[in-house]
Nanobody, 115 residues
Framework: QVQLVESGGGLVQPGGSLRLSCAAS????????MGWYRQAPGKQRELVAT???????NYADSLKDRFTISRDSAKNTVYLQMNSLTPEDTAVYYC?????????WGQGTQVTVSS
């Protein structure tokens, strides 16, 4: 089994920054892709960014100028640096690891952007 634990969410003012982390534990053999999705109230879950092992990061077009995904493979951890946050970024953020064609999801961490 693989467990993902997210951290770093919270309340931030517009224009602020947050850094999310997601660490995996358990039976991990060969992570293909790490990534982040988000789901705002009343909306479908949407891609934020992904980063494949040995490949380049992929971003939602509307977020690539403000968000940065990175990974520490030795720690089985993926990060999401979010800058210049706006109220439209308010959502539950989920990390996902694809391991041998199976997707594992974190429980989600709430990010609220409000003054």
């Amino acid at each position: 089994q693989v467990q993902l634990v997210e951290s770093g969410g919270g309340l931030v003012q517009p224009g602020g920054s947050l850094r999310l982390s997601c660490a995996a534990s358990g039976s991990i053999f060969g992570i293909d892709i790490m990534g982040w999705y988000r789901q705002a109230p009343g909306k479908q879950r949407e891609l934020v960014a992904t980063i494949p092992t040995g490949g380049r990061a992929n971003y939602a077009d509307s977020l690539k100028d403000r968000f940065t995904i990175s990974r520490d493979s030795a720690k089985n951890t993926v990060y999401l640096q979010m800058n210049s946050l706006t109220p439209e970024d308010t959502a539950v953020y989920y990390c996902v690891f694809v391991i041998r064609y199976t997707s594992y999801w974190g429980q989600g961490t709430q990010v609220t952007v409000s003054s």
